[in-house]
Every structure is written in structure tokens, then in C-alpha cells.
């Protein structure tokens, strides 16, 4: 699976956008780019996926360039409770078993 | 959407001592289970995989006679932490998704507190 790389760290105020890059610069064609956020202490939440098209849900907007090597998660009004570790994670879609490997992520802080 | 639990929820054993830890998929068969581990700050890290009636796939690095995985049933995985040492404390997260759905998501259960005293 392509590798990611993301911010360690990022602050946002109360209801603006948060924005939330991630680089997958060795992405291949048939791999997905999946988003998943991690509240303190719980399990991880799927946010939203993607192969090459933009994509949004009740959630979040998912915003992949053209040459695939980078995609941006918009959190369109930021609250307090979006306050997460998120994870871009790269991944093939399955014939068999999904394998999700997540790296450091983003450590998101909503300010209020 | 998809509900995984887990049993119990944190638990505290003495080192030498081995503990069953649960993951259930509540309202849909899950075909394919995970198991991560997490240690404070750091990321997840998957141990294995588990595919429902056939033996558990580990990934390199994780001794698979120490962490035993049972994936009987379309609904159960027990991940089991045999003779557990205070280096095996950690959070431990199980996912499932069913292979037979068009569904890309993974759901997670909400952890397992592992402490080894």
C-alpha cells in the first residue's frame, strides 16, 4: 500500500473549514484513499473515501487532484467534537481482505 | 451504520496471566475481522487478520502462539493474550467489515484496555 504523509498537528477555529491535506505521492491506479478520525480513547470512525473523483457526505467533503498525489478532507463547519486524530490512509480495493495501515495523522484542534 | 463491540472494555491482569478479549459485529455477519493495537501516542497497529472459519493471517512481527485469534462465527472474534507481560499493555481495537457487501467502510469496535500489572 502507498504511503501517506500529513501534518502532525492542526488547529482551526469554531465554525470554519478545517482543511486537512494529505501527500500519497506513490499512489497506484487501483488504490483508494480512505479517510478515518479517532476521538481520545475510542475506536476509529470512517469519515469518507475516494479513487479519483471528488466526493462529500453528511460529514466531510474529499478533494483529490487530478494527478492523484494529494487529496484534501474539508470539515465544513468545524465544531468542538471534531477535535481527532485523522488518519488518510491509502488502500486497494479488495478482492480478498482490506488491510487499512494507518500512519501518524493529523492531530485536529477546534478551537472555540 | 454498522455497530462492532467489544468485551470488555478494559480489564487488568497479572503478568503470566492470560485474558480473552471480545469483538462482536451487532447487526451484520462479518466475514473479515481485524485486530490493531495501539500504545499511548502512537498510531494503530494491525496485528492480524482474521477470516471467518479459517486461521488468522498475522502480520510480520506479531508472535501468533502469544496472541491467539479465533474467528468462529460470522458475528465473534476472541483475540486471546496468552502468558501477558507488562510490555502487552496497550489499547486493543478490533474491526469488521463483510466481504459480501459493496460497503468500503471499516467499523471499528470502541477498544480494549489492556493493563499488565
Known amino acids: 500500500d502507498a504511503k501517506t504523509t500529513q501534518p502532525p498537528s492542526m488547529d482551526c477555529a469554531e465554525g470554519r473549514a478545517a482543511n486537512l491535506p494529505c501527500n500519497h505521492s506513490t499512489i497506484s491506479g487501483n488504490e483508494y484513499v480512505y479517510w478515518y478520525r479517532q476521538i481520545h480513547s475510542q475506536g476509529p470512525q470512517y469519515i469518507i473515501h475516494?479513487?479519483?473523483n471528488n466526493e462529500t457526505n453528511e460529514m466531510a467533503s474529499l478533494i483529490i487532484t487530478e494527478d492523484r498525489k494529494s487529496s484534501t478532507l474539508i470539515l465544513p463547519h468545524a465544531t468542538l467534537r471534531d477535535t481527532a486524530v485523522y488518519y488518510c490512509?491509502?488502500?486497494?480495493?479488495?478482492?480478498?481482505?482490506?488491510?487499512?495501515?494507518f500512519g501518524q495523522g493529523t492531530r485536529l484542534t477546534i478551537n472555540p | 451504520g454498522a455497530v462492532v463491540s467489544q468485551h470488555p472494555s478494559w480489564v487488568i491482569c497479572k503478568s503470566g496471566t492470560s485474558v480473552k478479549i471480545e469483538c462482536r459485529s451487532l447487526d451484520f455477519q462479518a466475514t473479515t475481522m481485524f485486530w490493531y493495537r495501539q500504545f499511548p501516542k502512537q498510531s494503530l497497529m494491525l496485528m492480524a487478520t482474521s477470516n471467518e472459519g479459517s486461521k488468522a493471517t498475522y502480520e510480520q512481527g506479531v508472535e501468533k502462539d502469544k496472541f491467539l485469534i479465533n474467528h468462529a462465527s460470522l458475528t465473534l472474534s476472541t483475540l486471546t493474550v496468552t502468558s501477558a507481560h507488562p510490555e502487552d499493555s496497550s489499547f486493543y481495537i478490533c474491526s469488521a467489515r463483510d466481504l459480501r457487501t459493496s460497503s468500503y467502510e471499516q467499523y471499528f469496535g470502541p477498544g480494549t484496555r489492556l493493563t499488565v500489572t
Open positions: 475516494g479513487l479519483k
Open positions: 490512509i491509502v488502500s486497494a480495493r479488495p478482492q480478498g481482505a482490506q488491510k487499512l495501515v
